[in-house]
């Protein structure tokens, strides 16, 4: 069966400090892998997808990077936090059309 | 692009009352329809899906939705909730009509069920 595993759960790191969240599936080649950011009151908003390795895709400009350098593999950076970089911030994937995606467990990210 | 609209930020419910969660969303094309649901402190799992077929939908743990295509809607449906049900449920879709497969997401619907 296919799992996605999301790291680490939660973080504090201090403003300017750079960023480093890890999302890996398996169980499933070729997924779409996205990367959502879950704001209290605002529901997900969508920051990265990929379709394949070193494809990605921009969602919103922002402060933050992504990155795929395998398959099942999704990172998500910043050289430099910003206060408003705090948040809850999800990892995704999907294979098949109209099947939905699939959630990993999240990492709060508080910055300081 | 897509958009979408839960106009029901917090809902209170006494156990066995009926609920319904409204879902509009704004997209010209075909769409794929989802529920998601949050339980406290537990990850986002999909309660139920439409993408073709029937537009009433039946999902797990006695939730159904019904998608009407005129109105843009997709309101989640369960006859009597129980205190288990308390949770945030989220409406999401996806344009069904392009590659792309992200989902957008409504803000979000804060269920307090109360025994």
């Known amino acids: 069966s296919q799992t996605i595993h999301q790291w680490p759960a939660t973080l504090v790191q201090p403003v300017g400090s750079p960023l480093s969240l890890e999302c890996t599936v398996e169980?499933?080649?070729?997924?779409?892998l996205y990367w959502y950011r879950q704001a209290a009151g605002r529901g997900l908003q969508l920051l990265f997808y990929s379709v394949g390795i070193g494809q990605i895709s921009s969602e919103v400009p922002q402060n933050l990077s992504a990155s795929r350098p395998q398959d099942r593999q999704f990172i998500l950076s910043s050289k430099k936090l910003l206060l408003s970089d705090s948040g809850f911030y999800l990892c995704?994937?999907?294979?098949?059309?109209?099947?939905?995606?699939?959630f990993g467990q999240g990492t709060r990210l508080t910055v300081v | 692009a897509q958009s979408v609209s839960q106009h029901n930020h917090h809902v209170i419910l006494s156990e066995a009352a009926s609920l319904e969660l409204g879902c509009n969303y704004s997209?010209?094309?075909?769409?794929?329809l989802f529920w998601y649901v949050q339980y406290p402190g537990q990850h986002l799992q999909l309660l139920l899906k439409y993408f073709s077929g029937d537009p009433l939908v039946k999902g797990i743990k006695g939730f159904e939705a019904e998608f009407i295509k005129s109105k843009f809607s997709f309101n989640l449906r369960k006859p009597s909730v129980q205190w288990s049900d308390t949770a945030e449920y989220f409406c999401a879709v996806n344009a069904g009509d392009t590659g792309r497969r992200a989902l957008t997401f409504g803000s979000g619907t804060r269920l307090q069920v109360q025994p």
């Open positions: 169980g499933t080649s070729n997924p779409n």
């Open positions: 995704a994937w999907s294979v098949i059309e109209g099947a939905g995606a699939f």
């Open positions: 997209y010209g094309g075909t769409v794929n």
